[in-house]
């Protein structure tokens, strides 16, 4: 027998409804010129207009617009954060009307100018860092995503983080900072929760939140999985290679993590992602995207 979707609340993304058990694919587009994964190949507009195209072809849901490295690195102003993001989102809304746009910043101001120019989705990755970010998200309607990150700064490593119960400490903190975007107007069927591996944690939390994802995604909050050839994975697999090595632990953990219901998944692998999200698709109905062996 198929398997019963999770239950929970729907997730909707410019009139697109996500509901529990559907999982949609959130494409990652970085325009910095020290991203960790593609070292600035994006940073150039063209080419990063031509990896959404790509992007969208390969089954992309949305894409994830980010002007600074989540990790340490060179100090990044807003106005630099701005220039980076903001014209970009204006030129992919032009283009793409109906496409699913997140932009990823901790910053108010990027936010709102984000939004006013067709970003949908605040994907505030160091946790209301600057506080005037939901209210951001509220006036124009965008979806927010919560993050845990333990209390850490943009940017920061962690050092000997210690948690007593990083999942029960995880999951109570997600959910006050949606009472607290609740509280601000963010509409609650544009509302996620993300255990954001690796920011605050190391190894040994990262990969108990993911191993047990399904706590978050008990919650009934639309969980999105932002694991995408993580330090944690290579850690796990004892890998000191290229990034490109962490692919298989990184689909290995989204096919785990779709099945238990996440919603949203943010990748730099599109077209492998895509496959692994509708095989978990097609092993949940029962039903293929196409059918011919042994039919005719």
């Known amino acids: 027998m198929p398997a019963s979707p999770p239950t929970g609340r729907d997730l909707t993304l410019r009139g697109r409804t996500f509901a529990p058990g559907q999982t949609a694919l959130l494409a990652i587009i970085n325009r910095t010129p ?22 969208v072809a390969d ?27 903001v014209p970009f989102v204006e030129a992919i809304r032009a283009a793409h009307p109906q496409l699913i746009i997140s932009v990823d910043t901790w910053r108010a101001d990027v936010a709102d100018a984000a939004c006013a120019v067709g970003a949908d989705l605040v994907n505030d990755a160091w946790a209301g860092h600057d506080p005037e970010v939901v209210a951001v998200a509220a006036s124009h309607g965008a979806a927010y995503i919560c993050a845990h990150t333990g209390g850490h700064p943009p940017r920061t490593d962690p050092h000997r983080v210690r948690y007593h119960d990083v999942v029960g400490q995880a999951v109570a903190d997600l959910l006050e900072q949606v009472e607290t975007a609740r509280a601000a107007g963010v509409r609650e069927d544009g509302l996620l929760i993300d255990a954001a591996q690796d920011f605050g944690k190391n190894t040994y939390h990262s990969l108990k939140l993911t191993g047990q994802v399904s706590a978050l995604v008990d919650t009934g909050w639309p969980v999105l999985l932002a694991v995408s050839n993580k330090k944690f994975i290579a850690e796990t697999l004892g890998l000191n290679g290229k990034k490109s090595d962490r692919v298989t632990g990184t689909l290995a953990t989204t096919a785990v993590a779709a099945w238990e219901g996440v919603r949203l998944v943010r990748a730099h692998d599109v077209t492998a992602t895509r496959q692994v999200l509708d095989m978990v698709a097609g092993l949940r109905s029962g039903v293929p995207a196409l059918a011919r062996r042994a039919l005719a």
Do not use: H
């Open 34 to 55: 020290d991203s960790f994964y593609d070292q600035g190949m994006f940073l150039d507009d063209d080419v990063a207009l031509e990896a959404v195209e790509r992007a």
């Open 59 to 85: 089954g992309a849901d949305a894409v994830d617009i980010g002007g600074v490295k989540a990790g340490p690195g060179p100090e990044v102003s807003a106005a630099e954060e701005l220039a980076r993001v």
